[in-house]
């Protein structure tokens, strides 16, 4: 028996004693946590070396004659004959086909008339990697094929079986629902492709970004470690946006200053930097709820930096509380700003851990090294505010005038002197009249207004006059919350719309500001008038139980009520680009709400929303004002 001990290089002793080394660590913490790390390397090495299971390879070739074979069968009425094999490959490779609806739609026909359970992993495959991408209704038919034959699937391939027993979580509100049983059962949300059946490694498709996004929303104050190790397996744009969007809109309603800084700061270091447009731009695919939240989450962004910059020029570069405590009551309506001076300037900012980090794209240095006198830049809509370090007056600027326009763009420039316009006006202009001198005020558009006095009356008062702002008055942005939407339903072939051409405008019951003002006053024509006739090219679904669709021609988008025939003028087309396209009415989570979306070859444009309320229907365009349609 030594031999062989001395072979198996075991200890003798550890043998004879076994069953006391036994009771010794039963209850050790240290020994489980050793025992779950190696289960779970044992799991990666097995997801490694496993053939895959979530995507069948086939060489391209064969892939490219599946997929013609589809759209030839299509223009021949269904006429080929399909091997099983064939199909297969079409259920890996559906989103092959997303441009050509109709082709689409006959593929999923065809595997579901010749169904073979060997078709799950295709289908199940497809939900994983377009859940985001795919169209509503295109999405839902393959979902709720795959469920279909998930309720009658008796094999005994164990993840198929895993895959039937959550098959609820294909449906629309799927992640949500597994959200909810992670934190529910309080699962790590890494583990949650093993509660469906898929490997881990698939945490990373895009159907996972629900799953995050919900999951997180449980939680009040994500750990910002947790959200980095997340977005490191998941790297991917869209989770990463709305991730941070949230969480920036949570911290400002909670008016948690270092939460906020926080969250910045790892925003910053993941996304990049927040205050650039470019960084929120609307992911591929984004809701017209989704693009809200990243502009309402770049917004409020901008004004932390902007209330930071604030408080760091009005104690480093001058020493003026008046005018740090008058400013700062306007942050909420900053859109951008910039600080300009020398290298000393910048030097004297860097030391202040506020705004040290922002110094890299708002700070514009001057071409003097030593001078004192620093600027600060302040864009409120169409209007520049300039203070200065050594000046009694700020400077009121429009856009557009030339001293100011291009600042953005720059780098360096000569002098803050520059900023300065020697010749214009006073902005306030400050007289008394009647008999006990009651102050009277007249206002311009631009020019200066000095420091002096009570120069905050003046200045607040202009800012009411010309520009309709309050002081203190923070915009509030609030996080949609949907309730678990509802299967879409098949798409509607478009189809044209036989009538005359348009006259006969007549204003409907309310109005709205337009959002495309230069044509509407071109042709005599608001948002929410009516239409008598229109000769329209494109029609979309009926919605609101059939009473009316949007229809469309190179002019505009139209309201159509279906039992007056009655139309609406919505808002202008800026696509044009009608050969070949479809209107798209697509569920947006929300009850009786529609996202309208104009889908042509190349690409597809979000239009707005149009939801029902008692007898009204609204349209929301996109960045515009609501119309109301009253339809009894």
């Known amino acids: 028996m030594d031999e062989i001990y001395g072979i198996l290089k075991l200890d003798s002793d550890l043998i004879a004693n076994f069953d006391l080394q036994g009771r010794l660590i039963e209850n050790n913490i240290e020994t489980d946590r050793i025992l779950k790390r190696t289960v779970h390397a044992f799991k990666e090495i097995q997801e490694k070396v496993q053939p895959g299971a979530d995507r069948l390879e086939i060489p391209q070739r064969t892939i490219d004659e599946v997929l013609d074979k589809v759209q030839a069968d299509v223009k021949q009425g269904g006429a080929s004959e399909w091997e099983t094999r064939e199909l297969r490959i079409l259920s890996y490779y559906l989103q092959r086909l997303f441009k050509n609806q109709e082709a689409f739609i006959h593929a999923v026909k065809l595997i579901d008339s010749n169904w073979r359970d060997i078709f799950i992993g295709g289908l199940v495959f497809f939900l994983m990697e377009t859940w985001n991408f795919a169209k509503p209704d295109l999405r839902e038919m393959v979902s709720a094929t795959l469920r279909k034959h998930l309720a009658t699937y008796n094999g005994g391939i164990k993840r198929y079986l895993a895959f039937k027993e ?18 529910a059962r309080n699962i790590s949300l890494f583990e949650a492709p093993s509660l469906i059946g898929l490997r881990n490694t698939t945490f990373s ?11 997180l929303r449980k939680i009040a104050e994500p750990d910002m470690q947790l959200i980095r190790d997340i977005l490191e397996k998941h790297p991917f744009q869209r989770t990463k946006k709305l991730v941070f969007a949230n969480l920036i809109l ?36 984004a809701t017209v709820e989704e693009i809200e939240k990243l502009d309402a989450a770049h917004h409020l962004v901008v004004g932390w930096y902007a209330r930071k910059s604030i408080e760091a020029f009005f104690n480093v570069c001058v020493q003026d509380a008046r005018r740090r405590v ?10 951008d700003f910039r600080i300009v001076g020398s290298t000393t300037q910048r030097t004297a900012l860097q030391s202040d851990g506020r705004v040290s980090t922002m110094l890299r794209t ?51 420039m000569d002098s803050t002197a520059d900023l300065k316009s020697p010749n214009i006006g006073m902005a306030v202009e400050q007289y008394s009249e009647g008999w006990y001198g009651a102050k009277s005020y007249s206002f311009n558009s631009e020019g200066r207004l000095t420091h002096q006095g009570e120069w905050e009356t003046r200045l607040r008062r202009w800012f009411d006059h010309e520009m309709q702002l309050k002081p ?36 409907s019951v309310t109005t709205s500001h337009s959002l495309f003002p230069e044509l509407e006053k071109e042709r005599g024509i608001v948002p929410g008038s009516r239409i008598r006739e229109v000769v329209a090219t494109l029609a979309s679904k009926k919605v609101f139980e059939n009473s009316c669709r949007v229809v469309a021609n190179d002019k505009g988008f139209y309201l159509q009520l279906m039992n007056s025939n ?67």
């Open 166 to 183: 959550h098959a609820d979580l294909f449906e629309p509100a799927g992640p949500s629902r597994l959200a909810s049983l992670l934190h």
């Open 205 to 215: 498709k895009p159907y996972f970004s629900d799953v995050i996004l919900c999951y």
């Open 250 to 285: 949570d911290a400002e309603q909670n008016n948690n200053a270092m939460r906020q800084e926080l969250v910045a700061k790892t925003a910053n270091s993941v996304l990049g930097d927040l205050s650039l447009s470019s960084t929120w731009a609307p992911h591929t695919g």
């Open 326 to 335: 008058f400013w700062l009551k306007y942050t909420d309506y900053i859109s």
């Open 362 to 412: 708002s700070f514009i240095e001057t071409n003097s090294r030593t001078s004192s006198t620093a600027a600060l830049v302040l864009y409120i809509d169409d209007k520049v505010f300039v203070e200065f370090s050594d000046t009694g007056s700020v400077y009121i600027y429009n856009t557009n005038r030339p001293i100011i326009k291009n600042l953005k763009g720059k780098r360096f």
């Open 472 to 507: 203190g008055q923070r915009r509030k942005f609030t996080i949609p919350t949907s309730p678990e939407p509802k299967p879409a339903s098949i798409p509607h072939k478009t189809e044209p719309v036989a009538s005359e051409p348009v006259r006969d405008i007549q204003p």
């Open 566 to 632: 009655r139309y609406y003028y919505l808002c202008s087309n800026s696509v044009k680009r009608l050969t070949g396209a479809s209107i798209w009415l697509t569920k947006s989570g929300y009850a009786n709400q529609f996202n309208v979306v104009i889908d042509y070859p190349g690409g597809n444009d979000s239009i707005g929303t149009l939801s029902k309320v008692e007898k009204d229907i609204i349209f929301k365009p996109l960045g515009g004002h609501n119309v109301y349609i009253h339809t009894a």
